[in-house]
């Protein structure tokens, strides 16, 4: 395998995003925060004191790039593989000739190993011996939050560098650089951008410059054969159709969209709401998760401080059964705003959590005999149900009477805030109190 093959008419076959790799940290567009002047990664590739990492981050955001210049700064062989195909016996292969390329010629190796979640533990742990002892220098890249889906004996040797979302401009100076470079981007085509085309670019591409510069190319060529040249908006958003939502349903920012979805709904801010089960929606989602997740919300953040929270949640989870997409979204819209807008109690939430606490620490109690009931003479001579008040016979149907073991006698669970229906169980529960029966004050 060569270091680097730079043959024209071979990089001209190669996509547009490829071809115009920076080959040098000068070059290199975004994430200041880890290659600035003076960080840590950034002094270590200059000085050629490389050691094994992981890129962590969003798609597009220069992670393979990155790991190309590495390698050409540091003069060290630069063996790509995407953990989707490659297994065991293709990195035995690279850790052999690694290890006699270091020996007799002095020369390192750069694994890139990319999407290195989709390896599996096994596959993960015939890695740590080499990149202990330095064999290779591993660099692997995912775009899932390594936490979970690297283990953690491989994870302890690598350092994690996290890569960010392009912002506008360095998408601009990518977008430019392309258009103008007559050697390996698309200057030779002498394109011309309208005003609101980069920003419209910007927009489809959602911070990945390798979207960027695909939709890029394709109305590049648009342009030549039929607008003269000229890149309109028009041109950027039909080539690009539709934007491309970052919403991965198994990965991190599924999480972190369910998550944003759930703290806007709790601070009754329907627009954010909204916005989030959209940005959901657009990029894919399951609308069923989405119910379900507003059937929890509906229990753990509103409760009994609006009723009626549950039913619309179960009602649009229906909806979302019968019609399906697109026709469900309103359902779900429905209950967001529902859900956004109604009073807020996590009692219920913190009343179960105080009964899963007390069930781990005082174990399984017995029921009171009162309690039990008693279908056979056996049963009743030995107590079961004995002195049992049944609460129809009293007035108002309030009885004093102990519902809980011994132990825990007099123990309260659940506190009702003050806010919507809560308010009246409130109250209810304590006129039950001063009447001799309901719960403990």
Not at 270 to 284: H, K, N, T
């Amino acid at each position: 395998m060569d270091l680097f093959d730079n043959s024209k008419a071979k990089r001209d076959k190669k996509p547009l995003a490829d071809r115009i790799r920076p080959e040098d940290l000068d070059y290199f567009v975004g994430q200041e925060h880890i290659l600035g002047p003076g960080k840590m990664l950034r002094t270590a590739i200059e000085e050629d004191r490389l050691f094994s990492m992981l890129f962590w981050g969003p798609p597009g955001t220069g992670k393979t790039t990155l790991a190309r210049i590495m390698a050409r700064k540091s003069r060290s062989r630069f063996v790509p593989y995407s953990a989707v195909t490659a297994g065991v016996k293709e990195i035995r292969e690279v850790v052999k000739q690694a290890r006699d390329d270091l020996k007799y010629a002095g020369i390192k190796t750069v694994l890139f190993l990319d999407e290195i979640h989709r390896f599996n533990k096994a596959q993960q742990d015939y890695l740590l011996p080499h990149v202990e002892d330095g064999a290779i220098i591993l660099v692997g890249a995912t775009t899932e939050n390594p936490s979970f889906e690297v283990n953690s004996a491989l994870l302890s040797r690598l350092r994690v560098f996290v890569f960010e979302l392009l912002s506008p401009d360095d998408l601009k100076t990518i977008i430019y650089r392309a258009l103008e470079d007559r050697d390996r981007g698309l200057g030779l085509l002498e394109l011309k951008m309208d005003d609101e085309a980069p920003d419209a670019l910007i927009t489809a591409s959602g911070g990945d410059a390798r979207a960027a510069l695909n939709i890029l190319e394709v109305a590049g060529a648009e342009a030549v054969n039929k607008h003269a040249g000229k890149i309109a908006k028009d041109l950027i958003e039909q080539v690009s159709q539709r934007r491309s939502l970052l919403c991965d349903k198994v990965g991190e920012e599924h999480y972190n969209i369910i998550s944003a979805l759930h703290k806007s709904l709790r601070d009754s801010d329907p627009d954010a709401g909204l916005y989030w089960m959209g940005r959901m929606i657009e990029g894919g989602e399951d609308p069923l998760y989405i119910a379900r997740r507003l059937v929890r919300f509906a229990s753990e953040d509103v409760g009994l401080a609006s009723p009626r929270a549950l039913e619309q949640a179960v009602a649009a989870y229906h909806a979302c059964c019968f019609v399906g997409l697109p026709e469900c979204v309103l359902a779900l819209a429905q209950v967001v705003v529902f859900l956004a807008t109604a009073p807020k109690s996590n009692s219920l939430y913190a009343a179960y959590g105080a009964v899963k606490e007390e069930i781990a620490r005082s174990g399984h109690l017995p029921v009171p005999l009162h309690l039990r009931n008693a279908p056979t003479r056996l049963m009743e001579e030995l107590g079961y149900g004995k002195g049992y008040k049944y609460a129809h016979d009293y007035p108002d149907a309030v009885v004093d009477q102990e519902h809980l073991p011994d132990p825990i006698r007099k123990k309260r669970f659940y506190r009702p805030s003050d806010r919507g229906y809560e308010a009246a169980i409130q109250q209810r529960m304590e006129e039950h109190s001063d009447k001799g029966g309901g719960p403990k004050k």
